[in-house]
Each structure stands twice: as structure tokens, then as C-alpha cells.
């Protein structure tokens, strides 16, 4: 079975600019998260989506928004990049939400340079 | 709030030796605990979790962590390490009271030496 995909691997964008990146979940996982990965740093949760529902949000700004699609699909936008946006976006997916016990699996991430 | 510490940026050890990266967390309720392993240009590999239970909980590649709740910690060790285990080790929390955030550490290097 393939693991979570996310594209695209690499981008680069001016400060400003909108960028969208997306992630395919594991066949058969409904749960998909985003993280920040800023260089050096462990990964900073951004937001949780289950069944199409924004189930938890970490603490960022609103230039972040995320969605799920019917498919379990997930996109991550962030419009008015800055700088200290750039990082390895990383997208996790899980078999459910409630309980907490499933492990998520991540995926390779998209790399995000702003300049 | 929920947070992880692991207090070691980088961890040597030779070939064949044990290993241990150490992991110490904070939670209001009962944790969630996990150890991830990340290689260069990849996103992370889930390598063992703990739930409830047996406090030595052990993984993949040969890897096992002890849940310790009285240190609140979570160590993750191994019996003898391979050149191929260096990589950047993260530990995370997630409290089961406090939804379903994921709260890592900032990650330890572990280098070994042939």
C-alpha cells in the first residue's frame, strides 16, 4: 500500500504570495494533520481534520487555513507568506481521531522556501 | 498545556554499544507516548508508542522505550547500535484529555561510530 503523498516536494515562493500544498492519506485513514517543521525544531501541529471537520487547531495565525475533501484528501493554504513561514510542511494521516492511540504516519513533507 | 523536553541535542555512541535518548514529558492527564525517527529529506517514521500497560514497550528495528510515570519520562533505548540508526529522534506527547494535538520534542541527532 502506498503511504501518505504530498506535493509538491519543493517550492518556492515571495513574501506575500499564497501557497496551497496537499496530502493523499493512507488508504482507509479519515484523520489527516498538518505540521510545521521549522529547520532544527521538532514539528509544530497546525491543524487536525477528521471525517471533513477541523477536529483541533494549533497555535497559528488565521493566514492559515486548511480543508479535507470527500476523499480524505487534505490541502493546506497559507495566503501573505512571511519569511519565518519557511519550513518542511509535513502531513500526517491516522486511522481515526477519537481515542487518541492511533499513531499517524507521515508523510515525506513539501519543503517551503519564502523569499 | 502538554510538552515534551529531550535534553540531549546529540548523542554519540560507537557501534555495538547501547543507546539510550532520553525523553521527559508534561501532561495534565494520562499520556499518549511516542517515538518518531527522521532521515535526512524524509518526513517521519513511527517507531514505537505507549498506551497503557507493560511499560517497556518495544518497536521497530529493534528499538524499545520504558515508560518511567513517576519520573514522567520515556527513554528510548537500544541493545546495540547500528551505523544506519544515526538519524534525528523525536519524542511526542499527546494528553488524552486534551484532544488529539500531537506535541513533539525538539529532536536528538543520534551519530554512530563504526
Known amino acids: 500500500d502506498a503511504g501518505v503523498t504530498q506535493s509538491p516536494t519543493h517550492l518556492i515562493k515571495t513574501r506575500g504570495q499564497h501557497v496551497t500544498l496537499r496530502c493523499s492519506p493512507i488508504s482507509g485513514h479519515k484523520s489527516v494533520s498538518w505540521y510545521q517543521q521549522v529547520l532544527g525544531q521538532g514539528p509544530q501541529f497546525i491543524f487536525q481534520?477528521?471525517?471533513?471537520?477541523?477536529?483541533g487547531r494549533g497555535n497559528f495565525p488565521d493566514r492559515f487555513s486548511a480543508r479535507q475533501f470527500p476523499n480524505y484528501s487534505s490541502e493546506l493554504n497559507v495566503n501573505a507568506l512571511l519569511l519565518g513561514d519557511s519550513a518542511l510542511y509535513l502531513c500526517?494521516?491516522?486511522?481515526?481521531?477519537?481515542?487518541?492511540?492511533?499513531?499517524?504516519?507521515f508523510g515525506p513533507g513539501t519543503r517551503l522556501t519564502v523569499l | 498545556a502538554q510538552s515534551v523536553a529531550q535534553p540531549e541535542d546529540q548523542v554519540n555512541v560507537a557501534e555495538g554499544n547501547p543507546l539510550t535518548v532520553k525523553c521527559t514529558y508534561s501532561v495534565s492527564g494520562n499520556p499518549y507516548l511516542f517515538w518518531y525517527v527522521q532521515y535526512p529529506n524524509r518526513g517521519l517514521q513511527f517507531l514505537l508508542k505507549y498506551i497503557t500497560g507493560d511499560n517497556l514497550v518495544k518497536g521497530s528495528y529493534g528499538f524499545e522505550a520504558e515508560f518511567n510515570k513517576s519520573q514522567t519520562s520515556f527513554h528510548l533505548k537500544k541493545p546495540s547500535a547500528l551505523v544506519s540508526d544515526s538519524a534525528l529522534y523525536f519524542c511526542?506527547?499527546?494528553?488524552?484529555?486534551?484532544?488529539?494535538?500531537?506535541?513533539f520534542g525538539g529532536g536528538t541527532r543520534l551519530m554512530v561510530k563504526p
Open positions: 500526517a494521516s491516522s486511522l481515526r481521531t477519537s481515542g487518541g492511540a492511533n499513531e499517524q504516519f
Open positions: 511526542a506527547v499527546r494528553d488524552i484529555n486534551a484532544g488529539n494535538m500531537l506535541t
Open positions: 481534520y477528521y471525517e471533513k471537520e477541523e477536529r
